[in-house]
């Protein structure tokens, strides 16, 4: 079994579910009753709903290019269907909606062979407060509840709190945290964290980092650094880097995202804090526009608050 399936197999859970329902409950009441306003008062689909439409997907942070995209198949479906209803509106949104992002990663994390990495080398990066730290936590548990050996790197030197704050998750989730003091270079702490987990034969390293983000070139030299040392240690490491977002930051996620992406090879992402917000839309956009798989989603603070992203499972609960 690849390392990632399991979560597969608890997120078609109804428990999983409800969580993410619970979870999304936000964005959801601003998206459909936005939608119940757009299409008040009228019958059939005409080009004034479809404006409204529009409106509705671009303040929903869906953002304006995987909106026009979005808008542009449900026209394409009404000149087929010329009395459409706004009854069945909301179906056709869903369903194209979720053939949009069935069609755009493709390629999942489910295709990850654990197997092939020993240890699978996970980098954290992000600015500061989207959550890393946190996600890491989360994540840590649910590796370990799988019977896997994690250790985290605190590669987060920039912060007291930091530090503190990993170590903290550690010892609430059961996992060994490599520590060295504030200020010290995080690239040697990268380094002790792998070599020691080569030596104690553990199965997954998490490397949490700090979210300066000076200008793209510092960005690029400080992540290039850590990198570096992990693949001297692990040829091929990092097998992951993991940007995390802010999705209660809407469309300054998106920019995140564009720097990023733009700074270093990013191959999976995590869009945290979407309880509590009703800008939930951007994991639409940003897994349409990046190409980028949104793996994980946080759903709160709790440990247990989060969840491998499935697409179907997340639109469905939009339109619920
Ligand atoms: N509501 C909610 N809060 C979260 C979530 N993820 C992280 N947080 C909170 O966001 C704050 C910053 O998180 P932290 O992990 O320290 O961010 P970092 O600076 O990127 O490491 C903390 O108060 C977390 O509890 C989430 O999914 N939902
Ligand atoms: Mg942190």
Excluded at 114 to 134: E, R
Excluded at 240 to 246: F, G, R, T
């Amino acid at each position: 079994m690849g390392l990632f399936d399991f979560f597969k197999k608890k997120e078609t859970a109804p428990e999983a579910q409800e969580a993410l329902d619970r979870g999304l409950e936000k964005t959801k009441e601003g998206f459909l009753s936005k939608i119940t306003k757009a299409v008040a008062g009228k019958s059939t689909v005409d080009d004034d709903v479809l404006d409204n439409l529009e409106e509705v997907l671009v303040t929903s942070d869906v953002g304006v290019s995987t909106t026009l995209k979005i808008i542009d198949r449900v026209q394409q479906r009404v000149s087929k269907d010329k009395y459409l209803s706004t009854s069945e509106l909301n179906h056709l949104l869903r369903d194209e909606i979720q053939l949009l992002l069935a069609e755009n990663n493709s390629n999942d994390f489910r295709k990850f062979e654990y197997g092939d990495h020993k240890p699978y080398v996970i980098m954290v990066v992000g600015v500061n407060g989207v959550g890393k730290t946190t996600t890491i936590g989360k994540l840590a548990s649910k590796l370990k509840n799988e019977n896997l050996k994690v250790v985290l790197g605190a590669a987060d030197t920039f912060r007291a709190a930091a530090v503190e704050q990993i170590k903290l998750w550690g010892e609430r989730v059961g996992v060994r945290v490599v520590a060295q003091a504030m200020g010290s270079d995080p690239a040697s702490v990268a380094f002790d964290t792998l070599q020691s987990a080569v030596a104690n034969k553990e199965d997954v390293v998490i490397i949490d980092t700090a979210g300066r983000l000076h200008n793209k070139i510092g960005l690029m030299n400080e992540l290039g650094k850590i990198k570096n040392v992990m693949d001297k240690v692990v040829p091929g490491a990092p097998h992951e880097i993991l940007l995390v977002l802010d999705g209660s930051t809407g469309q300054n996620a998106f920019e995140q995202c564009k720097q990023f992406t733009e700074a270093t090879d990013v191959n999976a992402l995590a869009i945290t804090k979407l309880d509590g917000t009703a800008k939930g839309g951007v994991v639409i956009g940003i897994s349409d526009q990046f190409k980028i798989p949104v793996k994980y989603i946080g759903v709160g603070e709790g440990v247990n608050d989060l969840q491998l992203f499935d697409k179907k499972a997340f639109v469905d609960s939009l339109f619920k």
